[in-house]
């Protein structure tokens, strides 16, 4: 029997976490789990739940969204948070990504773009709205272009591990393609991003490109 990725849902509208939860259950590989109206009911029900995917928004009374992703990531939680917003400001989507979120959806998107979205970040992929990504080039990439290379020492191997972020493998497939561990891949991924004074692998694999 095929296990399902089980979800929960943090949205203080009711209608949208009915529609959302419906758009996902249609999906034989999610399962919505668990449903909460605040990012501190939100903080409670993954707790107890442990789910492998949360959806968060971003704007909800009390605690909003991205301090409901930095807790849960703070918590040391596996599941992966993907906020669902319909802001795409490029403070909100910077702050998301700076607190831990493995992706930034708009609620916008079309209903089968979702659970297809949701399918990659649960392989390892950081997942961007399309129409968001000029946003993300504009913020990072033009900052980092007035870095100097030779004021960035990276190894051999993180060299290696930095190509592979920047064609959006997982720690899983970087491990098999380069022979090594996944703890290994971690380690290395830590170090490369401290190097280059960067928060997350997303805005490492925007750092690659801009060097090509």
């Known amino acids: 029997m095929e296990t399902t990725t089980t979800v929960v849902i ?5 209608l949208f976490r009915r529609g959302v939860r419906q758009m996902i259950s249609s999906d034989p590989e999610f399962t919505v789990v668990g449903e909460a109206a605040s990012g501190l009911e939100g903080l409670e029900v993954v707790a ?4 492998g995917l949360v959806l968060v928004d971003l704007n909800m009374k009390g605690m909003n969204g991205i301090e409901t992703v930095a807790r849960i990531k703070e918590a040391k939680l596996e599941s992966k948070c993907i906020m669902l917003t319909v802001s795409d400001a490029e403070a909100d989507l910077l702050e998301a990504l700076r607190a831990g979120a493995d992706g930034y959806l708009l609620k916008d998107m079309e209903p089968e773009d979702l659970c297809a979205s ?3 970040a649960m392989s390892g992929m950081t997942i961007l709205h399309e129409s968001l990504t000029e946003i993300l080039k504009n913020a990072l990439i033009h900052p980092t272009l007035n870095k100097k290379d030779e004021d960035v020492s990276l190894t051999e191997r993180e060299r290696e591990i930095l190509e592979c972020l920047a064609k959006g493998l997982n720690n899983k497939t970087i491990a098999r393609a380069l022979g090594i561990s996944d703890t290994t891949v971690k380690v290395h991924i830590k170090h490369l991003l401290s190097k280059l004074k960067l928060t997350s692998r997303l805005e490492a694999a925007v750092w690659a490109h801009s060097k090509k």
């Open 10 to 14: 943090i949205d203080d509208h009711a």
């Open 48 to 51: 107890e739940l442990k789910p």
């Open 118 to 120: 949701l399918k990659k």
